[in-house]
């Protein structure tokens, strides 16, 4: 893991690509509809692509970074009269994250688009990966674990603002009861069988915790987009109440808004604040794990990368979260009984049935 100056960036010291990052992360937005990336130098750049888990300075990742940027572009060739200079076709991937974010209009709309077609290459390659590698995922979550886990222990151990920390997957009887209590009642809708939860000293720690965890855990445009929770900041007021960075909030992209973004999940209570979000963690495979796979999968590149939830609240808000109708216990009283519901009737909601509920008596 990269090292870092010890220190979290304070939200009066956010650049306009922090404030573009946290604002997407809280927001559930998809850097699909971004039309700029507002990097402003090569470092910042490298910086994305190790969050990525690339090694840019070693010759198989540049490689496998350029057949992703050449797949991108045959595909935009194939399928769409995409007109492409040749100074954006032939640039490095640093070089084209800068055209991206550069003034002159047609290059940076063309750069746009091609990362943008990178984005969905890069995410498709890493999923084939993921399910064609000879490794449990139970080991695969292991190497994400770790990799949470020593970043968390280091920030700790540097008396950076964390005051609480638990990271763990679900069990099987919670994955049974959210299936349950699921319309769709497939697997493939669990986001959080990965799940970690920070506690942050005081609320203007959440930001700058997240933003960390953008550059050192995941890369920000690898969170999965319509899957934010944040019921804690209503984020154009409170970036704008700081004066260094309230001049950026006029410049984001899709506009800054004081809108909470709410969940639809009908078993939290309206007293519960909190800021989640769903990342696919990037995780190096390492050379000795591979052994023996047949080249045509190691072709795929050297990252899989794996969904995993992360809540995050400071120390007041998690007491405050602790009564009422936005404790834990609350909430698994109604899944579960929602759940009990709709096993028995066969309906989410018993009244629409006029089938008896069967006795405890008789019940199989």
């Known amino acids: 893991m990269r090292d870092f100056t010890g220190r979290l960036k304070?939200?009066?010291?956010?650049?306009?690509?922090?404030?573009?990052?946290?604002?997407?992360?809280?927001?559930?937005?998809?850097?699909?509809?971004?039309?700029?990336?507002?990097?402003h130098s090569e470092a910042q750049a490298i910086e994305l692509l190790e969050a990525m888990e690339y090694r840019p300075k070693e010759a198989s990742d540049r490689a496998h970074l350029q057949h992703i940027a050449e797949e991108a572009i045959s595909f935009l060739r194939r399928?769409?009269?995409?007109?492409?200079?040749?100074?954006?076709?032939?640039?490095?991937?640093?070089?084209?994250?800068?055209?991206?974010?550069?003034?002159e209009r047609h290059r940076r709309v063309c750069a746009c688009t091609i990362l943008k077609a990178?984005?969905?290459?890069?995410?498709?390659?890493?999923?084939?990966?993921?399910?064609?590698?000879?490794?449990?995922?139970?080991?695969?979550?292991?190497?994400v674990e770790e990799k949470v886990y020593r970043l968390i222990g280091e920030m700790m151990g540097l008396g950076l603002p964390i005051v609480e920390f638990i990271?763990?997957?679900?069990?099987?009887?919670?994955?049974?009861?959210?299936?349950?209590?699921?319309?769709?009642?497939?697997?493939?809708?669990?986001?959080?069988?990965?799940?970690?939860?920070?506690?942050?000293?005081?609320?203007?720690?959440?930001l700058p915790t997240i933003l960390h965890l953008s550059k050192f855990v995941f890369p920000f445009h690898q969170v999965v987009p319509r899957q934010s929770l944040n019921t804690m900041f209503r984020l154009k007021s409170y970036l704008s109440q700081h004066e260094a960075i309230a001049p950026l909030v006029p410049q984001l992209q899709l506009a800054a808004t004081d809108d909470l973004t709410v969940t639809d999940n009908a078993f939290s209570g309206a007293s519960f604040r909190a800021v989640h979000f769903v990342a696919d963690v990037p995780v190096r495979i390492a050379k000795d794990q591979v052994a023996g796979v047949p080249s045509n999968v190691l072709a795929r590149g050297p990252v899989v990368s794996v969904l995993s939830e992360f809540q995050i609240v400071d120390k007041e808000t998690?007491?405050?979260?602790?009564?009422?109708d936005?404790?834990?216990?609350?909430?698994?009283?109604?899944?579960?009984?929602?759940?009990a519901r709709r096993i028995m009737t066969g309906s989410p909601d018993s009244e629409r049935r006029t089938d008896p509920v069967p006795s405890s008596r008789n019940r199989s």
């Not at 998690?318 to 009422?324: D, H, L, V």
Request: aromatic share 10%; net charge neutral.
């Open 10 to 39: 304070r939200i009066d010291e956010f650049d306009l690509f922090d404030a573009e990052t946290v604002k997407l992360i809280l927001s559930g937005d998809s850097v699909v509809d971004w039309y700029r990336l507002n990097l």
């Open 79 to 103: 399928h769409f009269d995409f007109p492409m200079p040749k100074p954006v076709e032939r640039a490095s991937i640093e070089e084209l994250m800068l055209i991206a974010s550069g003034k």
């Open 167 to 206: 990271g763990g997957r679900k069990n099987k009887d919670s994955l049974y009861t959210k299936l349950l209590s699921k319309p769709e009642t497939t697997a493939a809708n669990v986001y959080d069988r990965l799940r970690f939860r920070i506690v942050t000293r005081g609320a203007d720690d959440v």
């Open 318 to 324: 998690e007491i405050a979260n602790e009564f009422g």
């Open 326 to 339: 936005a404790s834990h216990t609350a909430y698994k009283n109604r899944q579960k009984k929602a759940v």
């Open 118 to 143: 990178m984005h969905i290459v890069h995410h498709v390659e890493c999923r084939e990966l993921l399910f064609t590698l000879p490794m449990s995922m139970q080991k695969v979550f292991e190497l």
